[in-house]
Structure formats: C-alpha cells, structure tokens
C-alpha cells in the first residue's frame, strides 16, 4: 500500500492537534533531590526535557530542587492548593499525617530489588492505594492526582562506624527517614533522628550522627559523604525510599487523555531508566572504591539481613495496628508479595 505525501502530512498534523488543544503548559514541581544531586541532575538535565519532544510542545516539566518554594513535608499542601503543579518527593516525609505513608513509602526491608517495588506501585496496587490515602486527607482529598510511585535505588547506608551486622547498630545516632524506618531502628538499640539529606552531610561531619540512611551510593559519593563517613553499607540493608509522582488535580483533569497518558507514560520511562541507571553507577563506584583501599565497603551477612528483616516483620506489624489505612497499606503490599512468591 503507497501512502501520498499529503497524507503522511495530514496524519502527523492530527498527532500534532491531539496534543495542542489546550494551551502550553509547564508543569512546575519539587523533588526531594537537592539541585546537584546525580538523581536531580538526571531528572533536569535527561529526562525532564522529553516531556515536551513527547507531546510536541504543549507539556513541558521544571523540576525544582527540595525546598525550592515549600519546605519538604508540605509539597503535598502546596499541590492541593495550587502553590506547585506536582510534586516528585520521598512519601515517608507525610508518616506524620498517617503511619499508612510510612508503610507505602518504605517498606523497611520488604523488597530486595527496586524493580519489585516498581512493579507494586504502577501495576500491583501502590498508586491506587496512594490515591486512596490522599483521598482520605482533609487537605487533598479530591485535590490530588496520583500519577505513579517508585524508587531508583536500595539506598546504601554512610557510616563512621564499621557495622558488620545488627549488634553493630546499637547506641548508634544514625539519621533516618521518620515512622517505620525510625522504629526498626529504635527496635535494634540505634538512636534515628530525622534529618533532611541536603543537611545529611554537615550532620556527619559535626557528629550529629554517626551514621546515615542516606541515599543511593552514587549520590552519596556525589554529596562527598564517603570522605568522611568511610564505612558504607552496601548493598543497603533496609531502606528503598518510594518516590512519588503527585499533581493538582484541576489542572490534571484540563489536560488531554492523550496528555494525561504522556504523562504516566514519561514517568515509567523516567523511572525505570533512572533506577537502571543508578545500579550501574553504583556497582562502578563500588568496585573503585574497594579497589582504593580508603573505604571499607560493608555487605551484611545473609543471615544479619535476615535478623534486620525479622526485625522489620515486626515492626511492619505493629505500625499496621496504627489506622485502618496503614492496616490496608500493608495488607496491599503482602498480598503483592504472596503473590508474586516472595512471602
């Protein structure tokens, strides 16, 4: 079949339309990541851009870097009410509006691979759970759109200290996300306080902390965190921050489907890219640093992991007796897990 040149015209004008019939819009959110980070750096300078090349134009996306207009626990406010368009940001920052964000935002060692818990979020349940704990909040009820949710990394931990294992933990002042992170951690005999991780750095250097549930290795080696904290945790031991992908709802619901599917569509790709990406890197800079012989990279037995995860169980427990959405939020994620055949 021969198509005439002014039909391939006419068809990429109608692609060209299905997007443009609204006005140009540049989404404006704020990411948990600090402006330099390798993640923010990804997002900004790799990612963000394809936005617009997917939708000709009439979306593009800026992306801020943590506490760029609000501080880091009130994104979500300032969405709702219109303050920003989006947010990308940590979920365990809102433990403190109800523990089930603590449970869908980090599940303490629940998951052994970023990618499982992807797949929760975008096909097993998460978003829609999310959804359902936004709903439930008097400030963002019917003002929030949840878009997606995943992490890039299982977090490394930084550390002054040589923690070979569980015992290793005790008595140590280590910074950690609050709600259930911080609870293992208190269960194990450690001293978490909650520190952001742009201030995660001056913390370690001034001893706030001895050690710190930090991010990625790559950001951390970016953050210079390894010059001084010289007994990195690697793999990490518990924590993979879920990130979320949350816009105004209003403006959301202007756009077009085709838009609205750009959207979720970026966001997967932007993700599952990122995550790849960062295991890479961290594998890389893992294996220099070993080869150095200034830090001593840690990798837990199999059997301390496993007593950190029993641990954890315990916790996941405990925490779900809090409200019936954190109740909800667990069964969700155990009933992902069964299935999927890591229970």
Known sequence: MKFKFTTILAFLAAITLSFTNVSAKNIKVQASSKAGDWAHKFMTEQYAPRLKAMTGGSLSLTVLPTKAVVPHRETIDAVANGILDGDLNA?????????AFAIIG???????????LQSYCMVGGGKEMLQKIYDSLKVTAGKLKVIGCSPYSREALVSKKKITGVAGLKGVKIRSPEGLAAEVFRLVGAAPSSIPFSEVYTSLEKGIVDAADASAYVNNTAHGMHKIA???IYPGIHSMANLQFVMNKKLYNSFSKDQQSALETWYVA??????RLADMED?????RDKAGGDITVVDWAQEERDKFRKIAVGAWEAYAKKTPLAREALNSQLNYMKK???L
């Open 106 to 116: 980090d599940l303490i060692a629940g998951y052994d691979t970023p990618d499982q």
């Open 283 to 287: 594998k890389e800079l893992v294996a």
């Open 270 to 275: 932007a993700y599952t890219t990122m995550r």
């Open 230 to 232: 010289k007994f990195p």
């Open 91 to 99: 979920i365990s920052y809102f433990a403190g509006r109800d523990p």
């Open 340 to 342: 999927m055949g890591m």
